[in-house]
């Protein structure tokens, strides 16, 4: 019998261990890390990626880009077996680095070492030390550690850090970076649009528009725009090596929030984005307006979407929904803000861990939800009385454009769950 008793309320939460799960067998679970380097480094145009572990982590980081890449991947296996495990894999992931290069002649090559060699000490980070003179290619190393770590993001975050290794010293600096953008189009998003607009040169959008040249390259930029708390540590080693500021602009839904940003950029880069924005800033007020009489009192539980989750509920609760449990991966720095804000407003609801669905089915009734926000079963949502929204297609959205995009797709829903309740049919996905 699963009980509400075992979580801790938000204003006990002051860590992260302070976190908990409502059983101690999780399911689903979370992803490992190795899923986050070959969600991220899958991205990088022809960089293989060199998996070593057990034929379980190499088969599911295979079959991952193969459906992901439709079929393209560059994902090779080195299966650790028992004489490795004893007299130690170094000399076969050398000979399995060596095959790849003749095979695929690529730009460079990325290592990922997993729980098996790490537990037993394998260290690879010499390898490219040993090689990268001899094939004349950078060659990266990444440790996922999942042993250590609750979550996929911390593989996110090493595959794009190690980069810095590979970038050049410039003494002219032009153009900027984008840093962290994991989605495709991002030339279509709001703030790439206006930048080019205003005639700023972008080097290089890394992961998800680039190569190793524009990598190579990307320190020349003047100014690094981080989009994604992923790339985080790849902006602080770009700092240190090669003195290049960054901004953070993440996926952010505060109006005041997103003008900040958008003031600090106008400053650094010498001209004047918020004169652009006028519109956007008029549409997101008459939305926010909108929201706040459809939302108002409508009880939330917070799953997973592509956003923070504090950062998401307090933008949420500014809309006038009441957050009764919020599902999170693990408490971030950034958080800290948004957690404060939930608090300040009244609001003390549930915190659990994500990907422990099972035994919240259990408890639906009982926590007492009308939305459910992120990814579960839309039938079983239904049977328990809830609606559901996902948030996905906004995802790669960047600056006002996501609050917007946000904002209209809670009004869909909404208005959908409105003409249903006075005789028509709700069939909507978000």
């Known amino acids: 019998m699963y009980t509400l008793d075992v979580l801790n309320r938000l204003n006990e939460i002051n860590e992260d261990k302070d976190i908990k799960s409502l059983s101690h067998a999780i399911f689903p679970g979370t992803h490992c890390p190795l899923f986050g380097v070959a969600l991220t480094a899958s991205y990088i145009k022809n960089m293989p990626l060199?998996?070593?572990?057990?034929?379980?982590?190499?088969?599911?980081?295979?079959?991952?880009?193969?459906?992901?890449?439709?079929?393209?991947?560059?994902?090779?296996?080195?299966?650790?077996?028992?004489?490795?495990?004893?007299?130690?894999?170094?000399?076969?992931?050398?000979?399995?680095?060596?095959?790849?290069?003749?095979?695929?002649?690529?730009?460079?090559?990325?290592?990922?070492?997993?729980?098996?060699?790490?537990?037993?000490?394998?260290?690879?980070?010499?390898?490219?030390?040993?090689?990268?003179?001899?094939?004349?290619?950078?060659?990266?190393?990444?440790?996922?550690?999942?042993?250590?770590?609750?979550?996929?993001?911390?593989?996110?975050?090493?595959?794009?850090?190690?980069?810095?290794?590979?970038?050049?010293?410039?003494?002219?600096?032009?153009?900027?970076?984008?840093?962290?953008?994991?989605?495709?189009?991002?030339?279509?998003?709001?703030l790439i649009k206006l930048l080019k607009k205003h005639n700023i040169h972008i080097n290089t959008v890394i992961p998800s528009s680039c190569n190793i040249e524009d990598i190579k390259n990307a320190s020349k930029a003047k100014l690094n725009i981080v989009t994604d708390m992923i790339a985080l540590d790849l902006a602080k080693s770009m700092k240190k090596k090669f003195d290049i500021d960054y901004v953070y602009f993440d996926k952010h839904m505060n109006k005041e929030t997103i003008t900040k940003n958008y003031e600090k950029l106008s400053e650094i880069l010498e001209i004047n984005l918020l004169d652009e924005l006028n519109d956007e800033i008029e549409k997101y007020d008459e939305l926010f307006k909108k929201c706040s009489g459809l939302l108002n009192k409508r009880k939330l539980i917070y799953g997973n979407t592509p956003m923070m989750a504090f950062e998401t509920v307090d933008f949420l609760s500014d809309l006038g929904m009441e957050p009764v449990?919020?599902?999170?991966?693990?408490?971030?720095?950034?958080?800290?803000?948004?957690?404060?804000?939930?608090?300040?407003?009244?609001?003390?609801?549930?915190?659990?861990?994500?990907?422990?669905?099972?035994?919240?089915?259990?408890?639906?009734e009982t926590i007492g939800g009308d939305v459910y926000i992120g990814h579960e079963n839309p039938m079983l949502l239904k049977e328990k009385g809830l609606m559901q929204i996902t948030l996905d297609d906004h995802a790669q959205k960047i600056g006002y454009e996501l609050p917007i995009g946000m904002m209209e797709s809670l009004i869909k829903l909404f208005s959908l769950d409105k003409d249903t309740k006075m005789g028509g049919m709700m069939n909507v996905s978000i």
Do not use: W
Not at 110 to 134: A, F, K, N, Q, R
Not at 342 to 356: E, L, Q, T
């Open 325 to 364: 449990f919020i599902q999170v991966r693990e408490l971030y720095e950034q958080d800290l803000i948004y957690k404060d804000n939930i608090s300040k407003k009244g609001f003390n609801p549930y915190i659990s861990r994500i990907a422990n669905i099972a035994p919240l089915r259990e408890l639906y």
């Open 50 to 190: 060199i998996v070593v572990g057990t034929s379980e982590c190499t088969y599911y980081t295979k079959n991952f880009a193969y459906h992901r890449q439709k079929g393209n991947d560059s994902v090779y296996s080195v299966v650790v077996k028992e004489n490795d495990v004893v007299f130690s894999a170094e000399k076969k992931v050398k000979n399995a680095i060596k095959q790849v290069v003749e095979i695929e002649n690529p730009d460079a090559i990325m290592v990922v070492s997993t729980c098996v060699p790490e537990i037993i000490g394998e260290d690879y980070t010499s390898l490219p030390y040993m090689l990268e003179d001899e094939l004349d290619i950078p060659i990266f190393v990444v440790n996922t550690d999942h042993f250590t770590c609750n979550a996929h993001i911390p593989g996110m975050s090493r595959s794009l850090s190690v980069l810095s290794s590979a970038m050049k010293k410039f003494k002219d600096k032009e153009g900027i970076n984008i840093l962290g953008h994991r989605q495709k189009n991002v030339e279509n998003t709001e």
